[in-house]
């Protein structure tokens, strides 16, 4: 009898930080298509040639499920059973009774690493360029190293023009035989997103010099915008020259422990190997061709790229010990600095191959399936094993296609001598185990080398696709010239971190450098080094007109300044400016920026160049209160329809229309900071080529990034944080490299530009607004969990209180909180509210915010579509950088009054 979990259980056991290997026994077909986060695919046609690489400890805790908690997933437990599996559960209700406990299925493969790639990206920010961009730099001639991070058969089938193969796992050991400057931008490429961003992050945090980027989307994003792509490409990194193996080895190092990963003895994992509690992987992280020529006894070959980008592959335990070797110290410290951040128990092997370590070897499959002689094929029954693309494509005259899990129905009670074909015996040899007796002893297998002198069929559909179980259908054409599946495949890909749960987000811990930002921000907008001695402010650059040596000199400006940031003329901006908007721009995360007068202009001016009469645009219920009258006066007038839905994002897609073309969120709001799922919505938004803009002005841009997360455009009132001082307002509007045009063209057309004046005043706030940041989160923080505990108050709004309804989304997202929060008072009159406001001393009635000073407001929500109208006398307040102690008796005593 094998017991059974139920899906709450099983959900706790994955995340209980003990071994657990969850096995979905399903053929990859029916696998890829919906599937559970942390399932590795163990075919129940391959199950004891794979189980015991994949979870080579036989007490570890297993779990099997299938579809419907039938009769496979108990079939394949029997069989792990007597493999000498004796701790095996099958899940209640298969995959689909996951669904109905409430928790997610999902499509595709490798899902762990392919959600890691884009939590990586989220969380580092990992800087990318677009197909375009670099087509252009290509045509430009502009040195760049271009390495495609995939293995060379993946290469061979298609490559960027320009590209070297470089697998992301050997970048750190080859990359000075690759780049021979530190200057050169460096690019890496793969066919979708993961090795792109991984590749990039990795030289990244290897801290190399050169400017690295990752190629959004790869070679699907390059086809997608119609550049050709090279086929049967060889052009592979060269053999290590010897070179900077010092350097490399000790930046590996450093990387490796700032992931907390430890070097082991080999005495150690000897001793590992032996304790029976506990899962232990050896891998040898090199390439293929220096493992062919030999490893260590015990070691299963794990390609370091790959081992990141597709680990359900070999790893078939979480939570196991993982013990990385190679031969130069520094593949392998690389490659467990990412397992670590994948939350894998990742060791180095202190002298790697030469450390003399030997584990017990697997022993070899003894093959008792016999081959059939020639006079015993004459009135067969023909079943064909192999896959399901490969018996369409060819396959023997007579011959039908087979499966482990249906033989035996296929099979029945033929009388017929029974002849399998297959690529791989030990297949063929379980699938008849699944047979009575009497048809499994005469069994045998077709003889290799006799396929030539039997009739052969080739692309034979007669096979539908519904009995393909071992073929995933979810996208499989995208690299094949089918745009529309490469689009739907790029969209599952940035939509995965929105299906997952905040414990399979919180598994994940991607190396986040410490504070960049808040070095950037001292940094950024300066100007580049070597342009001679300087001040540390860019000077305030007034001008209007602009003079020009040449008349040609002025045509060649006024040629380029729709395209490029050209000086032309003072209402197309000014050098101040252009620092303003080039700090902006890095904040952001973002390709450009355009500034305005004020943060109203620059959303009127969101509007203005992305929308047309007959548009129709989307509006969150929670949005900055002058918008609506934008809306009504402006929009509407002009022929744009205008609907709203709610602050917190629900019911988002029922609005959308097919004249739909912009959702305008602000995230957090700013009266009840209501937040949205921003990769969500930009999965629903994208593949309707609807422009996502949202309001960025609460996080600033130090405290979140929309861009990264998936939207177009993101608006900010600089008049707030980053200026700072309550004396200058400003607007601003950072968009993706798509997006930039419109802004820019509409932007020039109407005339708007920013003082240079303002432009320095904001570029001197935004200096310090890490540090003030820290300062109105902390306090701010403060005042709110007092509030929370003072009886005068009824409930207080704030992101950051575990009760707030959009707490584990702010957590996902932002990386911190500022000085806003908003409280109802326990009397909920009008008359109570603003004595409170009126007896307050240190807090000055206002209703901007940013700024030093602390301020109080009654929030005006009057437009807003609540359900009840319970919300009427709501207070904000904006915790200054004052002493928290005073602010803290300023309340008290005006809440007591
Ligand atoms: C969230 C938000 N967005 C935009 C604005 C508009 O900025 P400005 O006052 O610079 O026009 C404000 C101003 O309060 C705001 O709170």
Redesign the pocket.
């Known amino acids: 009898m094998i017991p059974s979990i139920t899906p709450a259980l099983l959900h706790t056991w994955l995340f209980d930080g003990q071994e657990i290997a969850l096995f979905d026994l399903r053929e990859h077909g029916q696998y890829g298509e919906a599937h559970l986060f942390y399932a590795v695919n163990l075919p129940y046609s391959r199950l004891e040639i794979e189980a015991p690489r994949l979870a080579p400890n036989r007490a570890v805790r297993v779990v099997v499920y299938d579809q419907a908690g039938g009769e496979l997933a108990q079939r394949g437990a029997l069989r792990l059973q007597a493999l000498g599996y004796d701790a095996v559960h099958w899940l209640e209700g298969g995959s689909l009774g996951w669904r109905s406990a409430g928790f997610e299925l999902f499509a595709g493969v490798h899902l762990p690493s392919k959600a890691f790639g884009e939590l990586v990206e989220h969380a580092c920010h990992t800087p990318r360029i677009s197909a375009l961009e670099l087509a252009q730099w290509q045509r430009q001639g502009k040195p760049m190293v271009l390495l495609d991070g995939r293995p060379l058969e993946e290469f061979a089938k298609m490559n960027i023009p320009g590209a070297t193969c470089c697998p992301n796992g050997e970048l750190s050991y080859r990359l000075e035989d690759l780049v021979s400057d530190p200057q050169t931008p460096v690019l890496i490429n793969c066919a979708g997103r993961t090795r792109s961003i991984i590749g990039a992050q990795t030289l990244i945090n290897l801290g190399i010099d050169n400017p690295v980027y990752a190629l959004e989307n790869g070679t699907q994003g390059w086809y997608l915008v119609d550049l050709p792509l090279e086929h049967g490409g060889k052009l592979a990194y060269p053999p290590h020259s010897g070179k900077a193996l010092a350097q490399q080895r000790e930046r590996a190092a450093t990387l490796a422990s700032k992931a907390a990963v430890q070097w082991v003895q080999a005495e150690q994992v000897i001793e590992w190997q032996r304790d029976a509690r506990r899962t232990l992987f050896l891998c040898d992280v090199r390439s293929p061709e220096e493992f062919a020529v030999g490893s260590l006894p015990g070691a299963e070959h794990c390609p370091g790229g790959q081992l990141i980008q597709s680990t359900d592959l070999y790893l078939g335990v979480r939570k196991a010990r993982v013990v990385l070797f190679d031969d130069d110290g520094v593949r392998a410290p690389v490659v467990a600095s990412w397992l670590r951040q994948m939350g894998h128990e990742a060791y180095v092997l202190k002298g790697g191959l030469d450390s003399g370590l030997a584990l017990p070897v697997r022993p070899a499959w003894t093959l008792s399936l016999a081959e059939a002689s020639a006079s015993e094929l004459d009135g067969a029954l023909l079943m064909d094993l192999r896959s399901s693309s490969a018996f369409r494509k060819c396959h023997l005259r007579g011959a039908q296609w087979a499966i482990r899990p249906h033989l035996a129905e296929q099979v029945g009670d033929e009388r017929r001598r029974l002849v399998l074909i297959a690529d791989d015996p030990r297949v063929a040899e379980l699938a008849v185990s699944e047979l009575p007796e009497a048809q499994r002893m005469a069994a045998r297998l077709f003889p290799q080398g006799l396929e030539g002198e039997w009739p052969q069929v080739t692309d034979d559909l007669s096979l539908p696709d519904a009995a393909c179980i071992d073929f995933l259908f979810f996208v499989h054409d995208r690299h094949a010239g089918n745009k529309e599946a490469a689009r739907r495949y790029l969209a599952w890909e940035t939509g995965l971190i929105a299906q997952m749960n905040e414990a399979e987000i919180a598994s994940f811990a991607p190396l986040v450098q410490t504070d960049p930002v808040a070095t950037r921000l001292v940094h950024a907008g300066r100007g580049q080094p070597g342009q001679g001695a300087h001040a540390v402010n860019p000077p305030v650059s007034r001008l209007s007109t602009v003079l020009f040596d040449s008349v040609a000199e002025l045509r060649a400006a006024r040629g380029r300044r729709d395209q490029e940031r050209v000086l032309s003329y003072g209402a197309r901006g000014n050098p101040t400016a252009f620092a303003l908007e080039d700090l902006v721009s890095e904040l952001e995360g973002g390709y450009r920026t355009k500034l305005f007068a004020?943060?109203?202009?620059a959303?009127t001016q969101t509007f203005l160049a992305y929308l047309r009469p007959g548009d129709h645009l989307l509006i969150s219920d929670g949005v900055?209160g002058p918008v609506r009258r934008l809306a009504r006066e402006l929009l509407l007038p002009f022929g744009v329809q205008v609907a709203y839905f709610a602050a917190d994002g629900q019911g988002l897609e029922a609005a959308m229309r097919p004249n739909t073309r912009m959702v305008y969120s602000?995230s957090p709001s700013?009266l009840l900071y209501e937040l949205n799922d921003l990769p969500a919505m930009a999965a629903l938004c994208k593949p309707r080529g609807i422009l996502l803009a949202v309001?960025n002005?609460?996080g600033s841009g130090y405290l979140h990034q929309p861009l990264a997360l998936g939207a177009d455009v993101s608006v900010m009132?600089l008049?707030?944080y980053l200026g700072g001082h309550s004396d200058v307002?400003?607007?601003s509007v950072c968009t993706t490299r798509e997006a930039f045009a419109a802004l820019s063209r509409s932007s020039d057309t109407c005339g708007c530009t920013v003082s240079p004046d303002d432009a320095w005043l904001v570029l001197r706030g935004a200096r310090s607004l890490a540090s003030r940041m820290a300062v109105h989160e902390r306090q701010c923080l403060e005042i709110a969990s007092w509030l929370q505990g003072h009886e005068a108050v009824a409930r207080v709004y704030h992101p950051a209180l575990p009760e707030h309804p959009g707490h584990a989304l702010w957590r996902r997202d932002f990386k911190g909180s500022n000085g806003l929060l908003s409280f109802e008072l326990a009397d909920t009159t009008l008359a109570k509210a603003e004595a409170v406001v009126d007896g307050l001393r240190l807090f000055g009635i206002g209703?901007?915010?940013g700024g030093f000073e602390s301020l109080v407001m009654l929030a005006e929500l009057g437009e807003r579509q609540f359900a009840t109208s319970a919300r009427e006398a709501v207070l904000r307040l904006h915790i200054g950088l004052e002493d928290v102690g005073s602010l803290r008796r300023d309340l008290d005593q005006a809440l007591r009054s």
């Not at 004020?598 to 202009?601: D, I």
Request: proline share 0%; hydrophobic share 40%.
């Open positions: 004020t943060g109203l202009q959303i900055y602000e700013s309001d002005t609460w009132a008049t707030k307002m400003m607007g209703a901007s915010w």
